[in-house]
Every structure is written in structure tokens, then in C-alpha cells.
T-cell receptor, first 112, second 116 residues
Framework: GNSVTQMEGPVTLSEEAFLTINCTYT??????LFWYVQYPGEGLQLLLK?????DKGSNKGFEATYRKETTSFHLEKGSVQVSDSAVYFC???????????FGTGTRLTVIP | DTGVSQDPRHKITKRGQNVTFRCDPI?????LYWYRQTLGQGPEFLTY????????KSRLLSDRFSAERPKGSFSTLEIQRTEQGDSAMYLC??????????????FGPGTRLLVL
């Protein structure tokens, strides 16, 4: 079946630190992979996505590379800001299933 | 604002009561999804529609849950005889699908349900 395993939080970093949030997946076929972000008091927003192996998704300084050989889609950012404090969700969409399967989310807090 | 909207944003009800939530998708989107998110967890898929047709409903949590999208635009999610375990955030998302290609799902702000 389809599932996403995500690094547990919470994660607390100082401003300008390097961020990695690990995500691995199990899927049938060739899924599309996503990172969604939920800022305090707001709805889920798409942060970035990748639709095939070796694709790199990027947005707002965040990056993630679709690694089929390790079934991973780790989120990275070189220098986090206080405004990046949020909950980050890794998700996959199996072409046969149409819906999204989410990880449990990782709460990131960035302190000045 | 042309995003996905949900109403109400918050609902408090007593156990045993029925509740209904509404979702208005992005206007050109033909697919509409319902998810449930409990505290500390990621969203869990419940059901989805393509236009007015409900194409998947086996993931609805029990027969107390039902959803409609009568005219292929807005949708409603109803929970009958609510239980305390139904307390959660109910999320709606929409996307555009064509010829086997599905675009990104965009989420609404959610309806937070508390069953006392």
C-alpha cells in the first residue's frame, strides 16, 4: 500500500541554521511527491513537488529531490528564518489512487 | 479571493447531533476531496468527487459520514449522530483533472469540529 514516514519533531533551530526533514515513502507504481506547509492559523499550502525520479522541487529556498533508489524526498533549506516556523507535511499521490497520502507532520520552530 | 473556502470554520456540537460542513472549491476545478486531520497527525483521505460523481467513498469512516456534490460545484460533508471521536479538523481540497493528468490539490482552511 501507500504510506509516508516522516521525521518526527518537533525541530527547533536557530535562525540561519541548515534544515533537513527526512521523508521516505512506500508506494505502488510511480507516485508524485509533495511537501505541504501549514503556518500557524492557516490552511495547508503546497510548498514544492516532484513528479518523477531525480526531479528536484524548489520554492522559497526549500528543496527536495525525488530519490527512487532510496524511496526518499527529504526537505532541505540552507538558512532558515523565523518566518519558516510551521508544520511541514510530506505527501505522495499515487496515479492510481488520486488522493494524497500524508506523513504525520514535523513541527519546525526557528528562534532568533 | 479565489481559493477554496469552507464554512463554518469552527463547530461545537453535542454528542448525538448531526452536523453539516460546506466546501466551495476553486471555480474551474472539477475534483473535490475531503480529508480529516486529527491532532498531531497528517490529513487522512475520506472521499472525492469528479464533477458531481463520487468516485471513492470506501474510506469514509463509517456509515454516519456522507458527502454530496449535487451540481458539481460546492460540496457538503454530513456527520450523523456525532461522537466525541469525530472531533477533528475537516479539510476540503480541489484540483483540476484532465485526460489522466491531475494538477496540484489546493486546500481550504478547514472546519474544526468539537463534539462535547
Amino acid at each position: 500500500g501507500n504510506s509516508v514516514t516522516q521525521m518526527e519533531g518537533p525541530v527547533t533551530l536557530s535562525e540561519e541554521a541548515f534544515l533537513t526533514i527526512n521523508c521516505t515513502y512506500t508506494a505502488t507504481g510511480y507516485p508524485s511527491l509533495f511537501w505541504y506547509v501549514q503556518y500557524p492559523g492557516e490552511g495547508l499550502q503546497l510548498l514544492l513537488k516532484a513528479t518523477k525520479a531525480d526531479d528536484k522541487g524548489s520554492n522559497k529556498g526549500f528543496e527536495a529531490t525525488y530519490r527512487k533508489e532510496t524511496t526518499s524526498f527529504h526537505l532541505e533549506k540552507g538558512s532558515v528564518q523565523v518566518s519558516d516556523s510551521a508544520v511541514y507535511f510530506c505527501a505522495l499521490s499515487d496515479a492510481g489512487a488520486n488522493n494524497l497520502f500524508f506523513g504525520t507532520g514535523t513541527r519546525l520552530t526557528v528562534i532568533p | 479571493d479565489t481559493g477554496v473556502s469552507q464554512d463554518p470554520r469552527h463547530k461545537i456540537t453535542k454528542r448525538g447531533q448531526n452536523v453539516t460542513f460546506r466546501c466551495d472549491p476553486i471555480s474551474e476545478h472539477n475534483r473535490l476531496y475531503w480529508y480529516r486531520q486529527t491532532l498531531g497527525q497528517g490529513p487522512e483521505f475520506l472521499t472525492y468527487f469528479q464533477n458531481e460523481a463520487q468516485l471513492e467513498k470506501s474510506r469514509l469512516l463509517s456509515d454516519r459520514f456522507s458527502a454530496e456534490r449535487p451540481k458539481g460545484s460546492f460540496s457538503t460533508l454530513e456527520i450523523q449522530r456525532t461522537e466525541q471521536g469525530d472531533s477533528a479538523m475537516y479539510l476540503c481540497a480541489s484540483s483540476f483533472w484532465r485526460d489522466g493528468y491531475q494538477e496540484t490539490q489546493y486546500f481550504g482552511p478547514g472546519t474544526r469540529l468539537l463534539v462535547l
